[in-house]
């Protein structure tokens, strides 16, 4: 078989272009975010069915894989059947590597919260929150403390160098 002409083109014509699909109305998106120390997750949530990555990864590849579990727990509280009808991506940066997945699991939860309360009802909303307040009450909300600056005069924040008197 001899093709003349663009090699793709049979190819292309396969693929649905964004101008030939029928619009789908508004779309449904909430953008949120999760902090703990210095690390910040920010999530976006679209109606979908049921992804969701970090980072363009899917969880089960995040690392380290001994706190993947914590990252898994809103899924678990709540169902993946209140997480199938959406998709969850997650930027993360900053902070170290625990840090990172208690960012992220934050944003996976205010993210699903917060698509609930636009778009669906306020009863499953709150269902939803109460639920994950029972828990865990960081899965909503920041933990506002940060590491104390340290300050002349001693080798901490708080510890004085050793006093001689002789």
């Keep these: 078989m001899i093709v003349v002409g663009n090699p793709f083109a049979l190819f292309l014509q396969v693929l649905p272009s964004s101008r030939n699909m029928p619009a789908k109305g508004p779309l449904q998106s909430v953008q949120v975010f999760g902090r703990k120390k210095t690390a910040t997750a920010v999530a976006h949530c679209k109606r979908g069915n049921g992804l969701i990555k970090v980072n363009g990864r ?3 590849m995040i690392e380290p894989a001994t706190l993947q579990y914590k990252l898994l727990e809103p899924v678990l509280l709540l169902g993946k059947e209140r997480f199938a009808g959406v998709d969850i991506r997650v930027r993360v940066k900053g902070g170290g590597h ?3 997945i208690y960012a992220i699991r934050q944003a996976i939860s205010k993210a699903l919260v917060a698509y609930y309360q636009k778009y669906v009802d306020e ?3 709150k269902e939803i929150k109460d639920i994950l ?3 865990d009450r960081t899965l909503l909300v920041a933990d506002p403390r940060r590491c104390e600056a340290k300050k002349f005069g001693g080798p901490g924040a ?3 160098y050793q006093k001689s008197y002789r």
């Design 133 to 135: 307040i029972q828990y």
């Design 58 to 60: 899917p969880l089960e």
């Design 158 to 160: 708080r510890a004085r």
């Design 123 to 125: 009863a499953s909303k």
């Design 98 to 100: 625990v840090a990172q």
